[in-house]
């Protein structure tokens, strides 16, 4: 099967960026823009964009934490997370995939917590801290939470993390060589939603081979919880996901059965048979489908002898 992802290396995608900041993270990241104006945030949100495109961004924990607006030092939230950041400071904590969203910050956090936020930390009246802000669709735990300083050494440090800067910072390859062996530990993210809804859309528009639907179909035969309407939408981004996984394979001539290793590229050799003919594709984490952002990642090639033994395996547990 493929392999799980347990640290940095193992990711689909390679890790772009790292964000600095004193509050940790949990569903979206935020970003200042240099105005309140509509083209200061288009302007923020397109750096950001570029920045995090393809890849995943590392979660650095400033040694430094901020001092709200006066009349807010009281405030059980703020109290709360400064001396949640006492365990963190320095670290390096996580790794997020974020989505570029054209919903507002307001709609992300919800009004509540984004009029919270404004009130105890923007200066000047622009109500602009952190309201640029991208959903975490899928993130990953370091368990470890090393000291930065430590994994990066004082040049990349220095690099990275010696000014300010109002977007990412874009890692070079050494760098990522240094946060390879990071463990990771996926965990939910409940914004994992608006990857979903957005992928549901594309598949909506896309081209799929009926008989990765009807796989696809047949490893989630069960989605509890949902309209019908809703399980067909599903189910059609994870054939879509399918899809789009086999390509990958397919360029990459790695058409082999990734639990016995049955190779369909040197069997046909001699003849008119499409090695893609002989493998299925196959979800490793149905029950997850819908409910996490799944990805290609999720998706195995199987020969139709082991597909058969894995359902089987499924329905004796």
């Not at 200042?32 to 964009?49: D, E, F, H, L, V």
């Not at 992928?199 to 035969?221: F, G, H, K, N, Y």
């Not at 990734?258 to 001699?270: P, R, S, T």
Request: hydrophobic share 40%; charged share 25%; with cysteine.
């Amino acid at each position: 099967m493929n392999q799980a992802i347990r640290k940095i290396s193992d990711l689909p995608l390679p890790v772009q960026a790292a964000k600095a900041d004193w509050l940790v993270a949990s569903h979206w990241l935020g970003f200042t823009p240099a105005g309140n104006s509509r083209n200061a945030r288009a302007q923020c949100t397109s750096a950001i964009a570029r920045q995090s495109a393809g890849g995943f961004v590392i979660e650095y924990i400033t040694a430094l934490f901020g001092e709200p607006n006066q009349g807010f030092e009281n405030d059980p939230e703020y109290i709360e997370e400064r001396a949640a950041h006492k365990d963190v400071a320095g670290r390096l904590i996580a790794v997020h995939r974020l989505r570029p969203s054209s919903r507002p910050a307001i709609e992300i956090l919800g009004h509540e917590e984004f009029n919270h936020l404004q009130d105890m930390w923007s200066k000047d009246g622009q109500r602009c801290r952190w309201s640029v802000a991208f959903p975490i669709i899928e993130t990953y735990q370091i368990p470890t939470r090393p000291l930065a300083s430590e994994v990066l050494g004082t040049n990349a440090m220095k690099r990275l993390f010696a000014h300010q800067s109002a977007t990412l910072r874009p890692l070079n390859d050494d760098e990522r060589k240094l946060i390879a062996d990071l463990p990771l530990e996926r965990s939910e993210s409940k914004n994992a939603w608006i990857g979903i809804e957005d992928e549901i859309e594309m598949a909506e528009l896309s081209e799929i081979p009926i008989r990765t639907q009807e796989l696809i179909s047949e490893d989630l035969a069960a989605i509890e919880g949902e309209s019908a309407e809703r399980s067909n939408k599903i189910r059609l981004r994870a054939a879509w996901l399918a899809n789009r996984f086999i390509a990958d394979r397919m360029r990459a001539g790695l058409l082999k059965c990734d639990e016995c290793g049955f190779d369909a590229m040197n069997k046909v050799v001699g003849t008119r048979i499409k090695p893609r003919s002989l493998l299925d594709v196959h979800h490793m984490n149905p029950l997850a489908e819908g409910k996490r952002y799944t990805t290609v990642s999720d998706f195995a090639l199987l020969c139709p002898t082991c597909h058969r033994y894995v359902h089987a395996l499924l329905q004796a547990n």
